[in-house]
């Protein structure tokens, strides 16, 4: 076991390969510190790059980062603007360690309400990163699960009638394969930091067999020590996948229903 794992007292067969992460509690974290509310999404930008270089270190497959779901169009103008800018900065400003560090950068959600600068940006990482195969980080923006699974019914109606696909051919894996997410492994771990225990149309589909973890710290203070923590108790919960816990002893921690299928990292698709 390399001298990472052994520091941080984690076991890289127990490990999840794909974490969502609902980063909540930014605004909370700046009120009670009397700061404005973006102070506490600045604070947010730290700990994301902070969780994707230990995500890195851990060598996890897939990490989903809910940065501003279809809801939040709703807030205030101000903080919605305040929060694309954010966004701007960092796909300006983490570009060169994304690609040094053998990163793929995917970006999920509804791009048709992004902006056009912010959309070419997001792009033109995704295709700059493609051939990487490290982390996958995925960026979740203006993203709702209900609308991502309504934009793949659509897709799969459109391959339907042009006779691409048949109605009998439609199996869990080939919707799947028309999601945001599509070529990445279900979500193993889901965590939510702040306290609320709710799942925000984070990834419905893709958390089918997710284990949840709720972190009373708020987004700005989720720290690597806090990110190992929970992935220590990742490992030590057993995941039986409908089965008994006889039948688990047998198998490998990680055997989901179709999670053991191999990985298939495909292209990455437009809007
Ligand atoms: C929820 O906290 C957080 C958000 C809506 C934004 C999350 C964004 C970032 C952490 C920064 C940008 C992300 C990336 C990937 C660069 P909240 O504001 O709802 O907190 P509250 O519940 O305390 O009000």
Redesign the pocket.
Known sequence: MNEFFQNWNLDPLKLPRHVGII???????A?SRRLP?VA??KK??E??NEVTEFATKCSLQALT?????DE?WRRPEEEVSA?MS??RW?LKAERNKILDNNIRFRLIGDRGKLSSDILALASALEQESAGNTGLNLC?ALSYGSRGEILRAVRRVLEKIESHELYPADLDEQTFEDHLDTSGLPSVDMVIRT?G?QRISNFLLWQCAYAEYFFESA??PDFTSEIFAGLLRRFSDRERRFGRTPEQVQQRVQTDAPRAATPIRLTSVKGS
């Open positions: 980063m909540d509690g930014n605004g909370r974290w009120t509310r506490g999404h947010g930008v700990r994301v980062l809910y940065a501003f779901s939040n929060l954010l966004l960092y960026v702040s609320e708020p987004w």
